[in-house]
């Protein structure tokens, strides 16, 4: 009861309002697609969304780049080493979902092999990079876990299954996972920024539940969708998951939302290891 009675003490009194800021945000985007049907098909918003959030992270990673002791010249060629394959990534995945290449068919689905295949590639060099590594120490770690704000977005299939579009046995888990982990984004962050006690550990719990999203949705989307390995079947065929612009959720947005998980857990990390030594000197 002591822990518990500390634990409320150490959180700032302002994380209610950021919570309840959030929820209200979220309640307007769902509303505006629920109000205009049309909205989302017209593949505006999710251009809108998918930039907005592609330069907002190019942009922090060269501010983080800033804070660094880098020379000049191994910033810029830092973050082209980054941003030249994050931005070619984005542009291939959006020709192929424009194309109708993701699409499910007989065969080997390709859906799948987008989703994991970046996740597979990136993953070693996210974890063991050096340059990263002298990044993520000097960057705020509220930064990655405020970022994910725009997880509220996948709230669109909630949106997809109230009008009979996608089955709710993967709009449910999935689309509510998403506006949870993005509700808590913003108000993690600012405990982060604030440097509340329990912080780096409601993060690390933020992000695992962030991960547990994504492999939920993952498998129920594979298992359910028409294809080879489908063995759930579900209410109705989950065919929009292939198709643009609802596409780029899956084959950008989770691979590319799963690497800023893991780069925020090593951040993390890293900081609990600099804490340690901090304590015992104290």
């Known amino acids: 009861m002591d822990t518990v009675l500390q634990v409320r003490q150490s959180i700032p009194r302002g994380i209610g309002g950021l919570f309840a800021l959030m929820l209200a945000f979220t309640a307007l985007w769902l509303g505006l697609n629920v109000m205009w049907p049309d909205l989302q098909a017209t593949g505006i918003p999710s251009i809108v969304i998918r930039l907005a959030i592609h330069t907002t992270m190019l942009a922090g990673l060269w501010l983080g780049l800033g804070r660094t002791n880098f020379e000049a010249s191994t910033r810029v060629r830092v973050w082209l080493a980054i941003a030249l394959p994050f931005t070619a990534w984005l542009a291939v995945v959006w020709w192929l979902a424009v194309d109708g290449a993701l699409r499910p068919r007989p065969g080997i689905p390709s859906l799948p092999i987008a989703i994991l295949l970046p996740v597979v590639i990136g993953l070693p060099f996210v ?101 080879p390995l489908q063995v759930i079947i579900p209410d109705k065929p989950n065919l929009q998951l292939g198709t643009f612009p609802t596409v780029m959720i899956p084959a950008f947005a989770v691979p590319s939302s799963i690497l800023l998980h893991v780069l925020s857990l090593r951040q993390l990390r890293r900081i609990g290891r600099s804490v340690v030594p901090a304590r015992a000197a104290a």
């Open 127 to 227: 974890l063991r990079s050096e340059h990263i590594g002298a990044v993520l120490d000097a960057t705020p770690p509220s930064w990655l876990v405020g970022l994910q704000l725009y997880r509220i977005f996948g709230g669109i299939f909630l949106v997809q299954w109230s009008r009979g579009g996608i089955s709710g046995t993967f709009a449910l888990p999935a689309g509510m996972g998403d506006v949870l982990v993005g509700v808590l984004a913003l108000s993690v962050a600012y405990l982060l920024h604030v440097g509340a006690p329990p912080a780096r550990r409601l993060a690390m719990v933020w992000n695992i539940l962030g991960l547990v999203d994504f492999a939920i949705a993952i498998g129920i989307g594979i298992l359910s969708a028409p294809g």
